[in-house]
């Protein structure tokens, strides 16, 4: 539980009409895990791939060579996550598949360990793969 008076720095609240209000905050933590930190080392390390060193090639492989692999039913499979690319035959390179071995916050570790630690070889593979952040919609 968070302390209230943090609580009301952070998220000040204001009303109309007196009222009697009771807010509870919770936070949450997330720790990273020493495997997470070899794998974010081992993208740091570098050389970093490219998709365009690989991602079309593999991808026309798997669909028998066809131009249209976009249109075979295990594509959008693979990017919504129920379906891996070893089933498909497919073995990306290593800094890749390091990036999908951190897990589902995998984008979130890698910026935030490039905002901390920076490397050439860890900013090329974000460049590379066109990773950011969410930014809220501007107005």
Do not use: C
Request: cysteine-free.
């Amino acid at each position: 539980m968070v302390p209230p008076a943090w609580t009301e720095h952070l998220l000040p609240l204001k009303l109309s009409r007196s009222a009697d209000i009771r807010r509870a905050l919770i936070g949450r933590i997330e720790l990273v895990a020493p495997s997470q930190r070899a794998l974010l080392r081992r993208i740091a390390a570098g050389p970093a791939s490219s998709p365009d060193q690989w991602f079309e090639t593999e991808f026309k492989k798997a669909a028998g060579g066809r131009d249209d692999y976009f249109r075979a039913l295990w594509y959008p499979q693979v990017f919504d996550g129920t379906r891996t690319l070893a089933s498909l035959g497919i073995t990306p390179p290593a800094d890749y598949r390091a990036f999908l071995e951190l897990g589902r916050f995998r984008m979130a570790l890698l910026l935030d360990e490039q905002s901390h630690h920076p490397t050439p070889a860890m900013a090329q593979f974000i460049r590379n793969y066109g990773l950011r952040g969410w930014e809220p919609p501007r107005k």
